[in-house]
């Protein structure tokens, strides 16, 4: 058990769609792309989405550059990237683009991948996750860390998407293990 308490931000559920069963242990972070734009209130704005009948799934959190919301609680399994159990999903504010991570030198992007590095941090921290970036093997493997729906995609065949597409993913995983050795420092 880990002597670091997971984050609690304002809490804006329960979704319309999770699954039964626990949660826990945590294995992987999974992060996303919403598919609408990354602005201010964006977060709130999924948080309703997936509070209706008609989403088409849920997560655990969703962040925008000025705000991260939780709308499933982190024992709750919910639909986020198939095989979901033992996953949390991170919802990034972002409109995903296959080949060009241009998007990400924006202010607001920025801002956003900064929420999203303190997010994770604490959520490693909290639940043991190592943070270290896992493609389809390591998936497949078992192993624990911080993915991609679009690697879990690839790894279980269990859905189509490719979020977040292109994005700073070595800039992020840097940052990430700076924040987790701050986060350890100052706890």
């Given at each position: 058990m880990s002597k670091f308490r997971p984050p609690s931000p304002p809490y804006?559920?329960?979704?319309?769609?999770t699954s039964p069963g626990d949660n826990k242990p945590i294995n992987r972070i999974v992060l996303h792309s919403t598919v609408s734009a990354c602005e201010p209130g964006g977060a709130r704005q999924i948080a309703a989405y997936f509070r209706g009948p008609s989403a088409g799934g849920s997560a655990h959190y969703v962040v925008d550059p000025s705000e991260t919301?939780?709308?499933?609680?982190?024992?709750?399994?919910?639909?986020?990237?198939?095989?979901?159990?033992?996953?949390?999903?991170?919802?990034?504010?972002d409109m995903p683009v296959a080949k060009d991570k241009?998007?990400?030198?924006?202010?607001?992007?920025?801002?956003m991948l900064d929420r999203v590095v303190r997010l994770v941090a604490s959520l490693c921290l909290a639940y043991d996750v190592p943070p270290r970036f896992l493609g389809p093997i390591a998936?497949?493997?078992?192993?624990r860390g911080i993915t991609?729906?679009?690697?879990?995609?690839?790894?279980?065949?269990?859905?189509?998407?490719?979020?977040?597409?292109?994005?700073p993913r070595r800039e992020f995983m840097r940052a990430l293990r700076a924040e987790v050795k701050r986060q350890r420092r100052a706890g």
């Open positions: 804006l559920g329960p979704a319309a769609h919301v939780q709308v499933v609680y982190d024992g709750v399994i919910a639909w986020h990237a198939p095989p979901n159990a033992h996953s949390l999903g991170v919802e990034m504010c241009s998007r990400w030198d924006s202010k607001n992007h920025q801002q998936l497949k493997l078992g192993r991609t729906h679009a690697n879990v995609s690839a790894a279980f065949k269990q859905s189509t998407h490719w979020d977040p597409g292109a994005w």
